[in-house]
């Protein structure tokens, strides 16, 4: 895959004790008629601990962003919580970035500015990744990092 981009979504559901992530899959498989979850990738507080989950795989499109073609050029990773109600947790953003985003990054070769929040996409009338997500500061932080 030819991968430029790095989509950021939320769930827009309260993340809970007990693994949402199924959810997730069953929704987009069941009442979506995918072949599985639309993310290539989760995250999640799962009995108190943040777990990176695997959704898509990378060899197949993912299903998270029709808009300006970013299914085929954009991995998306879906953090689940309601970001438009509470701020992301400041844990859960720095084990996304140090486990997850900054190796797909290396070996992607997708910049910084690469990563982008739904609502960023041309014609996307979302709030996601959640109004409450300072987008700015996390490209920042992994900006940072990337150097």
């Not at 987009?28 to 999640?44: A, P, R, V």
């Not at 299903?63 to 400041?90: L, R, S, T, W």
């Not at 739904?118 to 990092?145: A, F, N, Q």
Request: aromatic content about 10%; charged content about 20%.
């Amino acid at each position: 895959m030819n991968f430029k981009y790095i989509v950021i979504h939320h769930s827009l559901t309260e993340d809970g004790k007990t693994v949402s992530w199924s959810a997730i899959r069953k929704y987009h498989k069941e009442h979506l008629g995918w072949s599985d979850t639309g993310y290539h990738f989760g995250i999640e507080d799962i009995y108190g601990e943040y777990e990176v989950l695997v959704g898509r795989p990378l060899t197949r499109v993912g299903a998270h962003c029709k808009a300006m073609q970013m299914n085929k050029y954009g991995i998306g990773i879906c953090f689940v919580g309601n970001y438009d109600i509470v701020k992301p947790p400041m844990d859960m953003l720095l084990i996304a970035m140090n486990r997850i985003i900054i190796p797909l990054c290396k070996i992607y070769g997708i910049a910084w500015n690469g990563i982008i929040g739904h609502t960023e996409v041309h014609g996307v009338e979302k709030s996601c990744p959640g109004k409450l997500w300072d987008i700015d500061m996390y490209r920042e932080l992994i900006r940072h990092e990337l150097k």
